[in-house]
C-alpha cells in the first residue's frame, strides 16, 4: 500500500457549492486559502463541522477530487453530520484535514485496473482513474447499486477513459452503459480476461469486498480492499477503527508434537484503519 509521509493540513474551507446529486447524494466543493498537499487516490479528508459539539467528532469522506485549493466529496446522508452537512449553503465554512490514510498502492506495469465499487464506494476511484489515464494501463470500472437512479458520477469516469459496466439489484437500467442485474461482482469474471496482468481494487459493503475477494483470489489476482469503518480520530490515536488482520507467519517450535520440529503458526492482530488503511491487502484481512 502506498505510504508516503506527508504533512496533514488542517483548516477551514468555504462551500463553493453543496448540491443534490441523487435523493440522498450530494456533492460538496470546498475552497481554501493556499494550495491544498498532494493526495493520493483512496486517500480521505476528516469533514468536522465548526462551532459545534453536536457531533463533537469529525467524519472521513474519500478525497473525490483534489485541484490546486479546491477539494471535492461525494457523500451519502445517512445520520447526524451528514444531515448537517446537507443543510449547508455556498458560503458556509467547514474544518477539515486532509490527506489521512494510505491510498492504494501505485501500478507500475501496464495493467488492467479493475475498480469494484458498491453504493457510495465509486467515490476513491475517480483519482485512480485519473492517475491512469494516458497511460498504457486501462481502467474498468464496475460499479454495483440498489437501483439505476442511485448511479452518480458516470460522467467524470468517462473524461478518463474508463469502461463503466453496472449492475442493479433491481434490474433497472442506465441508458448508454452495459447495464447487468445481480451482484455487482459478477462482473469480475466478465471482464477480466485470463492471463492478463489485472489488480482489483475494491470500495463497498463489506460483504460486496469479501466476494470480490473471493474472486480474486480464484483467479490468483492482487486484491486492494478499502474499507469504511467508523472513524473518530483519524490520525492514529483512539485506536477505535481497528481491524483484525493477519501477520507474518511465525516459525515456533510445538514442544507437544517434537522439539526439533518447526512449524508455520498463523497469527493476527488489529490494525488502524486511518493509518495502516484504509485501503488493505485482501489477502491480509481477517474476514
Ligand atoms: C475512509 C472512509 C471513506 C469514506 N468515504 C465516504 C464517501 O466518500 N462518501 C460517503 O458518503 N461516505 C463515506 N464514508 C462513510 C462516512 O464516513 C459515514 O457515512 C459518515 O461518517 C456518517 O456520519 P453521520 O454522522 O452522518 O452518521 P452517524 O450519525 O455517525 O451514523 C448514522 C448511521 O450510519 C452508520 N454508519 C456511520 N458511519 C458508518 C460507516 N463508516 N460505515 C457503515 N455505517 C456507518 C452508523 O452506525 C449509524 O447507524 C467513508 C468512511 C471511511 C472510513
Ligand atoms: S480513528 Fe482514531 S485511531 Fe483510527
Redesign the pocket.
Known sequence: MFNAQRKIWHGSGIIERNFRLTEQ?FRLTLVTQGVLPTVNAGQ?VMLRLPNRTD?LLG????V?RVLGNVLE?????????????AKLRSGDMLDFWVP??NGFSPVSTPTHIIMVAGG??Q??FLMLAEKYFRTDSRCTLLYGTRNAKYVIGMDDFRQFDVDIHLATDDGSCNEGFINYHGPVTDLISKVYRHGEPARIFC?G?RPMLHAAFRIASRFNLPCEV??????SCGLGICFG?VVKCRCEKEKTTDKEIDLATKIEKETWDYRR??ID??VFDAYRLCW
Open positions: 447524494t480521505f457531533p467524519r472521513p469522506f474519500a473525490y466529496v461525494i457523500y451519502l446522508v445517512v445520520g447526524k453530520m451528514t444531515e448537517h452537512l489521512l490514510g457510495i464506494g467515490t476513491p470500495c459493503p478499502s474499507l469504511e469503518t467508523s472513524m477503527c484503519t486511518c488503511g484504509p
